[in-house]
């Protein structure tokens, strides 16, 4: 079946360490998008890409990077410099260029800092 | 901008009572709109979309939807609300003129159901 998978579902991070948390499609879709959520809160965007190679940042992108080498893949580094890294994480994917098809998502990351 | 609203932090039914979650939205032309809806530690799962045509939009779990041009909303509904259908749900729509589709979001509306 087609569809994004994110690992690990949970991951602990130490103060000043950097994480990354995976994200793979199998949907053959170009765009990819990396949004977190908090206790109680709607979706902001960090980070989205349209093409292999190329990514743009979102609303709240500082603390965060992403790499887009392969169409299937776009994982997210939390780095040292996220000073409130806790929260759930949320990967998802949609054909570019195509505003009435909407987006399928992975199940998430739970990130917490120890 | 392209917005969505989702004016009810909260809505909370009786099991087999009818549901509604509201969402207004705030977009120039002809909006496409989406529903999704997030189970606890999940995911958010497609629910159902309004693109043309029929008003009343038919959807996954037994829920709908009516767009409503000249009340620029589109509220999620359901004839007799399970337990089950606890969720936090969201509203969306993707901006025009860009070229690119992006979703923007509400901010969730939580659903609570009891028995």
């Known amino acids: 079946d087609g569809g994004i998978t994110q690992s690990p579902k949970y991951l602990f991070r130490k103060e000043g360490q950097n994480v990354t948390l995976s994200c793979e499609q199998n949907?053959?879709?170009?765009?990819m998008y990396w949004y977190r959520q908090d206790p109680g809160q709607g979706l902001r965007l960090i980070y989205y890409?349209?093409?292999?190679?190329?990514?743009q940042k979102g609303d709240i992108a500082e603390g965060y990077s992403v790499s887009r080498e392969k169409k299937e893949s776009f994982p997210l580094t939390v780095t040292s410099a996220q000073k409130n890294p806790t929260a759930f994480y949320l990967c998802a994917s949609s054909i570019a260029g195509r505003s009435n098809y909407g987006y399928t998502f992975g199940s998430g990351t739970r990130l917490t800092v120890v | 901008a392209q917005s969505v609203a989702q004016p009810e932090d909260q809505v909370n039914v009786a099991e087999g009572n009818p549901l509604t979650v509201k969402c207004t939205y705030s977009v120039s032309g002809n909006p496409y709109l989406f529903w999704y809806v997030q189970y606890p530690n999940r995911g958010l799962q497609f629910l159902l979309k309004?693109?043309?045509?029929?008003?009343l939009v038919k959807g996954s779990y037994g829920f709908e939807a009516e767009f409503n041009k000249s009340q620029t909303s589109f509220h999620l509904k359901k004839p007799s609300a399970l337990v089950s259908d606890s969720a936090l749900y969201f509203c969306a729509v993707p901006p025009k003129n860009t070229g690119f589709q992006k979703l923007v979001f509400g901010t969730g509306t939580r659903l609570l159901v009891s028995p």
């Open positions: 949907l053959n879709h170009d765009a």
């Open positions: 890409s349209q093409i292999v190679n190329d990514f």
């Open positions: 309004y693109i043309t045509g029929d008003n």
